[in-house]
């Protein structure tokens, strides 16, 4: 049986984590783990974690660390037979030592963007909540203004994507991600990839997990044959 591939996708908000992460998934087959959809069928079930996390997700904060890996780490643990990519998480380094203690990475994805362009995103980011489905009114914008592609429903603006609360959001991220990045740096597995465009980004990415994966798995068929 090849081995398994696991990576990580990190980067502030806006930054195309999760349009990079539906490509991925879609071209290497790895399912697309996405904690913030994670969070958000919590909430939605109303769970002891998603009734706690809505608390905080009003205020604009991030889920205590202790509240998202008790929340993410049962998630993976029905995820053993698959390769996958986790976007969302961690974000703090307690959480990357958390997953680290779960189980091994083959690779953290890096996105370094430009605050200029974060902020031009996020205004014209319009997300189909129940889905999570991200349009963007000038990158990729629905069939139907205000609409989800898929059932029709409204798209909304998530308050936080507004420029002036953007600017706490991107000094929060960088103080937290900074260890998480020296702590994957230092494991030799951290790819940072900094651009404007996704679609620039998007071929290097491609050429660095072919070449990962096609490496685990030859390394697989030796270990098997021998
Ligand atoms: N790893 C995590 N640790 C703590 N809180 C998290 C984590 N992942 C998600 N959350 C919480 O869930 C909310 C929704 O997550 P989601 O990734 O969908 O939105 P976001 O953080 O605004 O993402 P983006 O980076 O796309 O702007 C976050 O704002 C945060 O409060
Ligand atoms: N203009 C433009 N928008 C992009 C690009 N890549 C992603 N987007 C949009 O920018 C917003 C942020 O992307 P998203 O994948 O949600 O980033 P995340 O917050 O890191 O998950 C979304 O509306 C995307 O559709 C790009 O290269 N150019």
């Not at 902020?119 to 909540?129: A, G, M, S, V």
């Amino acid at each position: 049986m090849s081995k398994l591939f696991r990576a990580v996708i990190m980067g502030p908000p806006g930054s195309g984590k999760g349009t990079i992460s539906e490509r991925i998934a879609h071209s290497f087959g790895l399912k697309h783990l996405s904690s913030g959809d994670f969070v958000r069928e919590n909430i939605a079930a109303k769970t002891e974690a998603g009734v706690l996390a809505k608390t905080y997700i009003k205020k604009g904060l991030l889920v205590p660390d202790h509240v998202m890996t008790r929340l993410l780490l049962p998630r993976l643990e029905e995820m053993t037979k698959y390769s996958w990519l986790l976007d969302g998480f961690p974000r703090t380094l307690a959480q990357a030592e958390a997953l680290n203690s779960a189980c091994d990475l083959d690779v953290a994805i890096n996105l370094n963007i430009p605050l200029e362009t974060l902020k031009e995103r996020l205004q014209h980011r319009w997300i189909h909540p129940p889905s999570g489905r991200v349009y963007n009114m000038c990158f990729n914008p629905p069939h139907v203004q205000g609409k989800d592609d898929i059932t029709g429903e409204p798209l909304i603006q998530q308050e936080d994507d507004r420029p002036e609360a953007l600017v706490a959001r991107l000094r929060h991220y960088k103080d937290v991600a900074k260890p998480v990045i020296d702590f994957y740096k230092a494991k030799g597995i951290l790819y940072t990839f900094s651009d404007t465009e996704t679609d620039r980004i998007w071929p290097n990415i491609s050429t660095l997990l072919s070449t990962k994966i096609s490496t685990i798995q030859s390394d697989a068929r030796c270990a098997s044959t021998h």
